[in-house]
């Protein structure tokens, strides 16, 4: 089983709508959680941190279920530029500064 | 906000070279460095981790006489790919945990694209 896994898409949206992308996690001692957006070809850059709490940032909001080890990130009012791969990472097994990617889920957002 | 880079960006080399890919922290001295691979439409991969002035830890299944790492000073780890072939080629990919702050924060350099002919 993989450590993170995800749905890997792609999920194609029309502009304006909103989109939820799940990731569940097998590390049940993992502290650590985010999401991160690679476009084509590029670096992952970092979208989020997620926190047990649940936080938001503008058109995105991310969960955290520790008992589920579920992890999602909802996208409303898509927009062309949101159209990426967004990765789950979560700490790694042995270390908490190690990070484990997911495989990612790509999104396609059309006009 | 903190920037890696690496260099080359991209490179193309016969089979039985060498290639060395270099990642700096420009703007903050770096405690680790990490470096992945990731092949199309896969996920990133943790080779190894490299802390400033001693040995890399590799994870399971990276041969560390192929892939070699120093990590010279608190901004630069280099990781020469030897004698490359063809099933290198792949997209690596370093990122730079800074001295201070948070345990789990990592800035990614942009890649470096290898082909191996």
């Known amino acids: 089983r993989k450590e993170v896994e995800q749905d890997p898409g792609p999920f194609n949206v029309p502009e304006g709508a909103t989109v939820a992308f799940n990731c569940t996690y097998s590390?049940?001692?993992?502290?650590?959680f985010f999401w991160y957006r690679q476009d084509c070809r590029k670096e992952p850059k970092l979208l989020m941190s997620?926190?047990?709490s649940g936080n938001e940032d503008g058109r995105f909001t991310a969960q955290l279920n520790r008992a589920s080890q579920y992890i999602s990130l909802l996208i409303r009012d898509s927009k062309l530029s949101d159209s990426a791969t967004y990765l789950c990472?979560?700490?790694?097994?042995?270390?908490?500064?190690?990070?484990?990617f997911g495989s990612g889920t790509r999104l396609l957002v059309r006009p | 906000g903190a920037v890696v880079s690496q260099h080359p960006s991209r490179v193309i080399c016969k089979s039985g070279t060498s290639v060395k890919i270099e990642c700096r922290s420009l703007?903050?001295?770096?405690?680790?460095m990490f470096w992945y691979r990731q092949f199309p439409k896969q996920s990133l991969m943790l080779m190894a981790t490299?802390?400033?002035?001693?040995?890399?830890?590799?994870e399971q299944g990276v041969e560390k006489d192929k892939f070699l790492i120093n990590h010279a000073s608190l901004t630069l780890s280099t990781l020469t790919v030897t004698s490359a072939h063809p099933e290198d080629s792949s997209f690596y990919i370093c990122?730079?945990?800074?001295?201070?702050?948070?345990?789990?924060?990592?800035?990614f350099g942009p890649g470096t694209r290898l082909t191996v002919l």
């Open positions: 990122s730079a945990r800074p001295y201070t702050g948070l345990a789990d924060t990592q800035y």
């Open positions: 590390n049940s001692a993992s502290q650590s």
């Open positions: 997620v926190y047990s």
């Open positions: 703007d903050f001295q770096a405690t680790t």
């Open positions: 990472v979560v700490n790694g097994r042995d270390s908490s500064y190690k990070l484990i």
């Open positions: 490299s802390n400033e002035g001693s040995k890399a830890t590799y």
